[in-house]
């Protein structure tokens, strides 16, 4: 079986875990037997685009040229039996999905984040969620809130392709929606249940459980509203400096500002800056005693959790977004017994107090977290259901007769 893989990978100035279960989805598939063909850009590269083709990128995100040529060689040359796409923006666009269809290959797209409908891709503005744009045919209020990259000019381009490409989206023969929530998020514009496959993540297997316990909690991440990082330290500020251990925060964004401040004013935070994804796990990882998830969005299905599950480490999450039903702790949805973490409300009151409870008991669900690792998220659990999921799209699309 031969299977796209079209990606735009994010900056490297945003640690993005979509970036990291794109390349190690493509590793699996490689070392299963599925010849895994590339179709990627990183928007690193915009910076060093010619100056003709600089003036042409606002609009990408509706049409990309370059990138509908390379795939209609790239099918003529290979015959691919599918196109999985994760995200297209800003330099491939949706356009590949119609390119894919004209060849006679079927599309399957996993869902990472909102933005077939918000041009944020949260449903997340101004520190509140959000969904003014939900069920508008064109989405007039991410212009005039800037939603797309703070510019209102790009915001109007991201506006304009959501209302554009609304068609092509519904014409995806596959959707790979990672959690529930995500599935519900397709129905509001129409995808059907059938064309919806509910499969999480996986990551790489870092190994058993060693003997060691950790100390600490860990935040790793971009340094954003949405992401919580302001969440948490209004509550680890709750607690007398060294009371509740330390904090340790590795990431970067706008909000990097706040952290050194807070990292300067006590000795029980630290900042760790932009650190390498390879030095994640197992490192600091497996360092902390636990993994604190404190997302003010409904964040599609955050990779750190599975990365913490994995090197057996308890996650301390709120009840928003894919958090809960990774946890286990989704009753309608194969609540795990024990559970490997906890969920509280997105408030600093209620995460202060979770934060001391955390540290004391988190050294027993050591193994319940590898324990839900293995058998929810481990790479052949899941990489057999994707190969299939293939399979039935391409029998689907394959001449009759």
């Not at 090197?311 to 009753?331: C, E, I, M, Q």
Request: glycine share 8%.
């Amino acid at each position: 079986m031969k299977v796209v893989i079209a990606h735009n990978l994010y900056s490297s100035a945003q640690p993005s875990g979509e970036n990291e279960i794109v390349e190690s989805e493509s590793r699996q598939l490689t070392a299963a037997g599925v010849t895994v063909l590339p179709l990627l850009r990183h928007s690193d590269d915009i910076g060093a685009l010619p100056a003709t083709r600089k003036a042409l990128l606002p609009f990408s995100p509706i049409y990309n040229a370059g990138a509908q040529r390379e795939l209609a060689g790239l099918i003529r040359r290979e015959r691919p039996d599918v196109l999985h796409l994760h995200n297209p923006y800003p330099l491939l666009s949706p356009w590949v999905v119609r390119t894919a269809h004209r060849h006679g290959v079927p599309v399957v797209q996993t869902v990472h984040n909102y933005r077939h409908v918000c041009a944020a891709a949260t449903y997340f503005r101004d520190g509140h969620p959000c969904h003014d744009c939900l069920g508008k045919r064109f989405p007039t209020p991410a212009i005039r809130h800037a939603c797309y990259r703070g510019s209102t000019a790009q915001s109007a381009v991201m506006a304009t392709t959501l209302a554009v490409h609304r068609p092509t989206w519904r014409s995806v023969d596959r959707y790979v929606a990672l959690a529930p929530h995500l599935a519900d998020h397709l129905k509001t514009f129409g995808i059907t249940d059938g064309q919806i496959a509910i499969k999480p993540n996986g990551i790489p297997d870092p190994g058993p459980l060693d003997d060691r316990t950790g100390d600490g909690f860990l935040f790793f991440g971009r340094l954003t509203p949405e992401k919580g990082v302001d969440l948490l330290l209004d509550a680890w500020q709750r607690h007398a400096d060294g009371d509740a251990g330390t904090l340790r925060i590795a990431g970067d964004g706008p909000l990097r500002g706040r952290v050194e401040a807070a990292a300067a004013a006590r000795a029980d935070v630290e900042y760790l800056g932009l650190v390498d994804h390879a030095e994640v796990v197992p490192g600091l990882i497996r360092a902390a005693s636990v993994v604190v998830v404190p997302s003010t969005y409904a964040d599609a299905l955050p990779t750190v959790i599975l990365e913490a599950l994995a090197s057996g480490r308890p996650v301390l999450g709120t009840n928003v977004g894919g958090t809960p039903y990774l946890l286990g702790l989704d009753p309608a949805h194969e609540p795990a017994d024990p559970a490997p973490g906890w969920v509280v409300e997105p408030d600093p009151a209620a995460l202060a107090e979770a934060l001391a409870m955390a540290r004391l008991r988190a050294a027993p669900l050591r193994p319940a977290a590898r324990h839900r690792y293995q058998t929810a998220f481990a790479p052949d659990v899941l990489l057999r259901r994707l190969i299939e999921l293939y399979e039935e799209v391409a029998a689907a699309r394959a001449p009759q007769g």
